[in-house]
């Protein structure tokens, strides 16, 4: 990503609506899981360490991320041992090593996307979770993606497929980021039609309250994933299984 994405990052991550409310959704189908608290996790691209706190909660977090400037920050919050590793062929980790592993709004980042889920199905132990979050629908593509450097946005069924085809068993997947899809999809279409450049967009901090609204709706949807699946959103969600 740009190196001004991450400095942003890192000043709003805590309290920008959608960061919370997806640490929100993904600790929810994190305490889905029935992880012992000892559990192995690894935070595979953890970008500046949002979510190494919320983690740290379901147990022993390692993390690792690419960026030397996202790394430098995520190191700093002393929640988690950070080292320098690379999808899918640069891990500095062994095979078999993790209960969990999180692949938060990173895939789309990777070019290799089928090699880079079969490389972390390899470090997970036998019975252990991969948890994904990515962008939804090739159609809601924006200066969003470009300027944060996303190769694809994905459909369900083509996750899946990925994630089957690197040997994994799909236990659980949905969009979110539902309640506020025509809103999010009406301001990237007419992105489309600003001038040039980058600015900060989806990024820039909201109004305290309007900030707190879109948290409370967005985050609202944790008590519906997982006990059913929604039919389209911003965003998709997939957990899966390495067979014991």
């Excluded at 740009?2 to 890192?10: H, K, R, S, V």
């Excluded at 953890?46 to 400037?69: K, W």
């Excluded at 040997?167 to 899809?181: P, R």
């Amino acid at each position: 990503m740009n190196p001004e994405i991450y400095t942003l990052m890192a000043a709003i991550e805590d309290q920008h609506w959608w960061f919370r409310a997806r640490r929100a959704l993904v600790a929810n189908q994190l305490g889905r899981l029935g992880l012992s608290p000892d559990s192995s996790i690894l935070d595979a691209g953890c970008g500046t360490g949002g979510n190494l706190a919320m983690l740290c909660r379901h147990g022993h977090v390692e993390a690792m991320e690419m960026d030397a400037q996202a790394r430098t920050i995520a190191a700093g919050k002393a929640l988690a041992r950070v080292r320098e590793g690379i999808l899918p062929d640069a891990l500095p980790f062994p095979e078999s090593h993790f209960d969990l592993i999180t692949l938060l709004d990173v895939l789309e980042h990777v070019d290799e996307d089928e090699a880079a889920l079969d490389a972390l199905g390899r470090r997970l132990k036998p019975g252990g979770y991969l948890v994904i979050t990515v962008p939804a629908f090739a159609f809601l593509w924006s200066r969003h993606d470009e300027a944060h450097h996303h190769k694809r946005r994905y459909r369900i069924r083509d996750l899946k497929q990925k994630a089957i085809a690197a040997g994994m068993e799909i236990t659980y997947a949905s969009y979110f980021n539902t309640l506020l899809f025509p809103l999010i999809a009406a301001v990237r279409l007419v992105d489309r039609l600003r001038p040039s450049g980058w600015q900060q967009g989806d990024l820039a901090m909201p109004p305290l309250w309007l900030n707190n609204l879109l948290y409370v709706v967005f985050s609202s949807e944790r008590w519906l994933l997982g006990r059913m699946s929604f039919p389209f959103g911003v965003s998709a969600l997939l957990v899966a299984r390495k067979p014991s």
